[in-house]
């Protein structure tokens, strides 16, 4: 059996440490609805055998119909917040599907807020306890692998949160400029010394106690981007935070389009 090339091992590994995240995200995302559902599914069922009880002998007295009125106007909150739950569940699952849908598989004109929208949503979790800026300008749609872009989108929107101490902020931007799309993703958090500013997009580089687990996804991010025909870059300020900033053409290079994306297959 052939030895694995190891440029394809890390990009399993990152499609993985992707995976993984976007697993725990969404997980995270559903237990708070399923959990209002499954205690309100209790109340319904006790609110049920009272009214039961009360109707077993077929005459309702004042005291009773009483219950009943009270009985009523708590299964319709009870009713009002389950169809909140719901709705919330559903708006977790279209993220989803607009994050990582099948036919966004290989190359597509999108609107690249989309995936940042959904990047979002499916890191709700771990960005509640900061503040997400969206400071959106109108951008064309572009050529991409938008399943390969949002694998970028929620390795920069993870690495952010990350960096940051609750209370932090995130800003997300987008903007064109000349024939190209910009994104950048701008937080408030520790930042990155100079030495290691250079280094971030190498593959295996790590720093412990300052971008946690941030080596192999950038040096798969810029691979990617790379691909795309695009750039990626990083501006850090130690103390005041770091903005990463993407550049992407608004068509594929021929040779990209060609291979049906190879080098950065999934």
Not at 85 to 106: C, H, K, W, Y
Not at 206 to 233: N, P, V, W, Y
Request: include cysteine; charge should be negative; aromatic fraction near 2%.
């Amino acid at each position: 059996m052939p030895t694995e090339e190891p440029e394809q091992a890390l990009i399993d590994q990152a499609h993985l440490s992707t995976l993984a995240t976007l697993v725990a995200g969404v997980a995270h995302e559903l237990n708070t609805p399923l959990g209002a559902i499954r205690s309100n599914h209790d109340v319904i069922e006790r609110a049920l055998l009272k009214l039961q009880d009360i109707l077993e002998d077929e005459v309702v007295t004042p005291d009773e119909l009483q219950d009943v009125r009270k009985i009523v106007r708590a299964m319709d909150g009870v009713l009002r917040t389950n169809g909140i739950a719901v709705d919330r569940m559903r708006q977790i699952v279209e993220s989803l599907g607009t994050f990582g849908r099948p036919d966004r598989a290989e190359v597509d004109r999108v609107d690249l807020r989309e995936g940042l929208n959904g990047t979002l949503a499916v890191l709700n979790a771990e960005l509640k306890k900061h503040s997400v800026v969206k400071d959106y300008q109108d951008i064309p749609d572009i050529e991409c692998f938008p399943n390969r872009l949002n694998q970028v989108f929620m390795n920069l929107v993870h690495n952010a949160a990350q960096a940051m101490e609750p209370g932090g902020t995130l800003t997300v931007r987008t903007r064109t400029d000349a024939d190209a799309v910009v994104i950048e993703v701008e937080d408030t958090g520790k930042g990155i010394s100079p030495d290691h500013l250079a280094e971030i997009f190498k593959p295996g580089f790590t720093t412990k106690g300052q971008r946690m687990g941030m080596g192999l996804g950038l040096a798969i991010s810029k691979q990617i981007i790379d691909h795309h025909g695009g750039s990626i870059s990083a501006n850090s300020t130690v103390g005041a935070g770091t903005t990463f900033r993407l550049s992407l053409p608004l068509t594929l290079p021929a040779n990209t389009r060609d291979e049906g994306g190879s080098d950065a297959s999934a």
